[in-house]
């Protein structure tokens, strides 16, 4: 199975200032069609997971542009330019390329 | 309005069954590929399940193989979770989702707890 490691796991940040969450994952999320199926997901507490950003950088609808993915083969970011107070949450990534999919550990994003 | 509602989860004894139900609404459900996906008490999120639109393939987290069967009714607009053998450790809000590789919409959840 692939293993998707996250980091850090707790992440005070400051109103304002940016945010940067890494995922590693144990082989190339690659698939044989050429699209690399990362996922990156927003738990606030008390909600439903919500769908971020898939394909590793495309943005889901409504999402705010603050919030952008970047990254390649094994090695994937997730980067919030200017944390607001309704970024306090859970962030996973998710690799759907090969089964079984593997959500990473979380990251959990608080205001300092 | 795109929209998953979970049902089925409650208070069950280890050993015993339980099947959710996931219902959608706002989309030709018959398209997508379906995931389940659960979350213990404080834990993270964990991937089970997964079905092709039209029921020709599915795949399972080691955690469940064997316990668990995902399954779809087209014809119903529903997907389903039959899980055997239930354990202390299966306790936990379980997600249905939608897209096969993607997850881009998920139910509010429902709740399962696994106790003596």
């Known amino acids: 199975d692939v293993v998707m490691t996250q980091s850090p796991l707790s992440l005070p940040v400051t109103l304002g200032q940016p945010a940067s969450i890494s995922c590693r994952s144990s082989q190339s999320l690659v698939y044989s069609d050429g699209n690399t199926y990362l996922n990156w997901f927003q738990q606030r507490p008390g909600q439903s997971p919500r769908r971020l950003i898939y394909?590793?950088?495309n943005r889901d609808s409504g999402v705010p542009d603050r919030f952008s993915g970047s990254g390649s083969g094994t090695d994937f970011t997730l980067k919030i330019s200017r944390v607001e107070a309704e970024d306090v949450g859970v962030y996973y990534c998710m690799q759907g390329t090969h089964w079984p999919g593997t959500f990473g550990q979380g990251t959990k994003v608080e205001i300092k | 309005q795109v929209q998953l509602v979970e049902s089925g989860g409650g208070v069950v004894q280890p050993g015993t069954s339980l099947r959710l139900s996931c219902a959608p609404s706002g989309f030709t459900f018959s398209s997508y590929g379906m995931h389940w996906v659960r979350q213990a008490p404080g834990k993270g999120l964990e991937w089970l399940a997964v079905?092709?639109?039209?029921?020709?393939?599915?795949f399972y987290a080691d955690s469940v193989k064997g316990r668990f069967t995902i399954s779809r009714d087209n014809s119903k607009n529903t997907l389903y979770l039959q899980m055997n053998s239930l354990r202390a450790e299966d306790t936990a809000v379980y997600f249905c989702a939608r897209g096969l590789r993607g997850l881009d919409v998920w139910g509010q959840g429902t709740t399962v707890t696994v106790s003596s």
């Open positions: 394909k590793v950088s």
């Open positions: 079905m092709w639109f039209d029921g020709s393939d599915k």
